[in-house]
């Protein structure tokens, strides 16, 4: 599409510093940290929305000096930031980098702790601001949060405040979540906890609800009078990683729907907030969330697929089976890939299916939302061919390729009257030029800054367990027995066709 004229809208310029802080990372060693939060931390640095007062800590059990931990974060930085580095503003960075080794377990690690977050208060003017981030395996989320508090250091007064990031995996299933939250509140107040789905720091997944709320022309046929289902997709090319030890406990369900995906569908179908603020929103979602139809264990074997990826190519390399990867069983019948069908019991959305599907190991990598719409009374149209009567179709593009597509039909030029399928087509690249950002630097700032917008509440984690536990108990009593079931580099097992083709319906084949 070409663009007569650009209005560019940006909030850098209104966006302030966030406020004093000291940022204290758990798990400083891990990949996290020199993946994203550190080259986060640099782009809000060069955007000018970290504060002068300002200092990182890292707490790992690595044996490691605070000049180790600095010259390891400058070529880590190097290596993944997603743009290059400015030599003066990275020194900057780097000097506000220290680094504490201890045991999580042992309280003398919080005892050192607090002394140099007490020197740093005095060197840096960080007024005892601190965010922690618990960057760490799950099992240890509690004992942190419970030395930091038996040390003092999670209460807030005055003025000044105690904010926890809190990774995934968030829980493992209903019960589990459940103890976690009623754990981390005997502790802290929910207004101190920010629980993170990275998924939220995407652009494009932000923009959803600009979309959809800040334009008049979508909202009225946004409902089951105009269209006809949903898909979601978030297709991945990579297999496990390396990460066979954590995969194996989770699956597919787990690591991508219960938070991801769900978050995605919430965003999508949610009704308009009565404002941005935190709670009104989260109180939307969570609406959301409920409304879905809970399954029963008959609707399990009807409503979802479950799928495992055998060897195969994808992009040309061979990869390897699943269960050929480290750590996991040669037996495994954990899932790589999951289709689903949801239903939602409310007004809006009464009788629109939203399918999702989600797999490791597939042909590409992409997430998408795409939006059907209802097809049009054929009469006019009888000599044309049913499958050139392509219902108009939406498509938000979340990644790669970032962008949002109406496909419709339109005269083919000619005599006769035949229809053709076009597409007008928003890019973001195009438009606002290409964004080189981590995911994690709105999610940082906002914390920075208390607002909680994008961050998960505890219900909201709650009610994604609620609609997946059920699925997770009738998977267990009922082992696959057809795994692999396909092919790495294809789209998933053939189940995952039949489970719209049984609709009529068939996934939008999708082309890069
Ligand atoms: C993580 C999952 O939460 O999200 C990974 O644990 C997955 O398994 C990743 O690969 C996908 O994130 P993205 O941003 O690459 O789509």
Not at 81 to 107: H, K, M, T, V
Not at 281 to 307: C, F, M, W, Y
Request: charged share 20%; with cysteine; proline share 5%.
């Amino acid at each position: 599409m070409t663009v007569a004229k650009t209005v560019k809208m940006s909030n850098q310029g209104l966006a302030q510093p966030g406020d004093p802080c000291v940022i204290v990372i758990f798990g400083a060693a891990g990949d996290l940290t020199k993946r994203k939060l550190i080259p986060a931390l640099y782009n809000l640095a060069r955007n000018n929305l970290l504060p002068k007062e300002f200092a990182v800590v890292g707490v790992a059990r690595a044996q490691m000096s605070t000049q180790d931990f600095r010259q390891k974060m400058s070529r880590d930085v190097h290596e993944f930031a997603p743009i290059s580095i400015d030599a003066q503003l990275w020194d900057w960075l780097e000097n506000r980098l220290c680094y504490l080794s201890g045991e999580f377990q042992d309280p003398n690690t919080y005892e050192q702790l607090q002394n140099l977050l007490a020197q740093i208060d005095q060197e840096n003017g960080t007024r005892g601001n601190y965010l922690y981030y618990l960057a760490t395996a799950p099992d240890f989320f509690c004992d942190i949060i419970w030395q930091l508090s038996n040390i003092g250091l999670t209460r807030e007064e005055n003025e000044q405040w105690r904010r926890f990031i809190i990774e995934k995996p968030f829980g493992h299933d209903l019960d589990s979540a459940r103890a976690l939250n009623k754990n981390i509140s005997s502790v802290l107040k929910e207004s101190q906890t920010y629980r993170i789905d990275h998924y939220l720091g995407k652009e494009t997944v932000q923009n959803i609800l600009v979309f959809r709320f800040g334009n008049g022309l979508f909202e009225p046929i946004w409902n089951h009078h105009y269209i006809d289902h949903v898909q979601i997709t978030v297709a991945e090319s990579v297999g496990v990683e390396g990460r066979g030890g954590y995969y194996e406990g989770a699956g597919a369900l787990r690591d991508m729907v219960q938070n991801h995906m769900f978050q995605l569908l919430a965003l999508i179908a949610m009704e308009p907030p009565l404002s941005f603020e935190a709670d009104v929103v989260r109180d939307e979602k969570s609406k959301l969330l409920r409304a879905i139809q809970p399954l029963s264990a008959e609707d399990v074997l009807t409503h979802t697929v479950r799928g495992q990826y055998g060897s195969g190519t994808v992009r040309g390399s061979s990869v390897p089976a699943y269960r050929s990867e480290p750590r996991v069983a040669p037996d495994s019948c954990t899932e790589t890939f999951v289709a689903l069908k949801l239903m939602l019991d409310n007004w809006r959305w009464a009788d629109v299916p939203f399918y999702l599907r989600t797999g490791k190991a597939l042909g590409e990598r992409v997430t998408e939302i795409a939006i059907q719409f209802k097809r049009v009374p054929s009469l006019l149209f009888r000599q044309t061919p049913i499958d050139q009567l392509t219902p108009n179709l939406l498509i938000l593009r979340i990644q790669p390729n970032e962008g949002i597509s109406l496909q419709f039909g339109a005269k083919i030029p000619g005599p006769t009257v035949h229809m053709g399928k076009v597409e007008m087509d928003f890019c973001y690249t195009d438009y606002f030029g290409t964004q080189s950002s981590t995911g994690y630097e709105t999610l940082l700032y906002d914390c920075m800054i208390g607002d909680a917008t994008l961050f998960q509440r505890a219900d909201n984690v709650e009610v994604g367990w609620s609609v997946v536990t059920p699925i997770l108990d009738v998977w267990k009593a009922l082992p696959p027995r057809n795994f692999p079931n396909y092919a790495a580099g294809t789209w998933g097992p053939k189940e995952a066709d039949d489970l719209l083709e049984n609709d009529g319906r068939q996934w939008r084949r999708i082309d890069l």
